[in-house]
């Protein structure tokens, strides 16, 4: 095969010596990608790192959970089938990056502004993001599927924060995690991260869900307890009832993109960071009580 057709050429140049498409190797594909791409650093300081590994779990395109998402209240009629990303797709990989520990510690709990590592982080590393959704796709295409990142997709869109292709969700159909009250994925790599999602063709074994609530490892929504992710919030955009999108990104524009200026950067992190879920599902976890169609 020469340079130019292998599957790993371009823009893509990592290399992995395994092979295989169950989760364990996929999983090391990540880690490997993870621990030595070089773009997985922040431009800023002594380069630290952005991601660790990430978990990853895989469902089954034919799953009826993904019916459930085009539901008002859920994601909304909006939402697609993995088939329309790829016909005849059958599986959809799914995969958690949490933050490193330097991102994570460099978050001062008494701050009311969010460390230049997590602001940088947030925004560089969503190309690293992009590394790795591209990198997963042509893991599988090398193994003899095909494979497509819907939200690289040109028609890919979300209206009025509504997307089409909700990762998030995927995350929790594939196993990864449930949700919290302030509206992200708690998973056993924490709650400080972001979600990636690659459909195939192959026909991947699915991950188990260890759990049926869609808010199962958030205590404060199983049984009132925690609630941490109130008070922490700088602005009052998470309530007892879960999260306000449009006072959260009016934080962002109107206190930290000013306070950033003049590095570009503008995302709080307060709700992901010194959180019992930060670092890992609450110990308290209890097991949930809501439908999916509860989900908002
Ligand atoms: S801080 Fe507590 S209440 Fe908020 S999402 Fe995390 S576990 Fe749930
Ligand atoms: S990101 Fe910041 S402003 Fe937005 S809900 Fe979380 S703590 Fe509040």
């Known amino acids: 095969m020469s340079r130019a057709n292998h599957p790993h050429a371009g823009y893509i140049t990592h290399h992995f ?9 996929l ?26 590994a990430p978990a990853v779990g895989i469902a089954a395109a034919s799953d009826p959970l993904f019916a459930t998402l085009k539901q008002p209240g859920v994601v ?17 990989v799914s995969f958690f990056l949490p933050f490193s520990r330097e991102v994570k510690k460099s978050y001062d709990k008494h701050a009311r502004l969010p460390s230049l590592e997590w602001v940088s ?20 295409q090398s193994q003899g599927g095909r494979a497509v990142v819907p939200t690289l997709q040109r028609h890919y869109q979300a209206v009025d924060l509504i997307p089409m292709w909700s990762e998030r969700h995927v995350a929790f159909i594939a196993g990864i995690g449930t949700f919290g009250l302030h509206g992200g994925l ?21 991950t188990p869900r260890p759990y049926t609530g869609v808010y199962e490892y958030c205590p404060w929504v199983t049984d ?5 992710c109130i008070a922490r919030c700088p602005v009052g955009a998470v309530h007892d009832t879960g999260k306000d999108h449009q006072i959260c990104l009016t934080n962002g524009r109107d206190h930290i993109r000013p306070a950033y200026a003049a590095w570009g950067y503008h995302s ?13 599902i609450p110990a308290a976890k209890k097991a949930g009580s809501r439908p999916l169609t509860a989900l908002t």
């Open 224 to 228: 009132g307890t925690c609630g941490a």
């Open 27 to 52: 999983s090391a594909f990540l880690a490997e990608l993870v621990a030595t791409d070089p773009r997985n650093v922040l431009p800023e300081g002594d380069n630290p790192p952005i991601w660790e």
């Open 268 to 280: 709080c992190g307060h709700c992901q960071n010194n959180l019992p879920c930060t670092d890992g």
């Open 186 to 206: 708690l998973t056993e790599k924490g709650a400080a991260g972001r979600i990636g999602s690659v459909v195939t063709d192959l026909d991947l074994l699915p």
């Open 121 to 140: 982080g947030r925004q560089n590393g969503e190309v690293f993001v992009n590394v790795a959704r591209r990198a997963l796709a042509r893991y599988l």
């Open 76 to 92: 909304g009629p909006i939402h697609v089938d993995a088939d329309h990303w790829l016909t005849g797709a059958k599986s959809v």
């Open 17 to 25: 010596a395994a092979s295989g498409t169950d989760i364990a190797t």
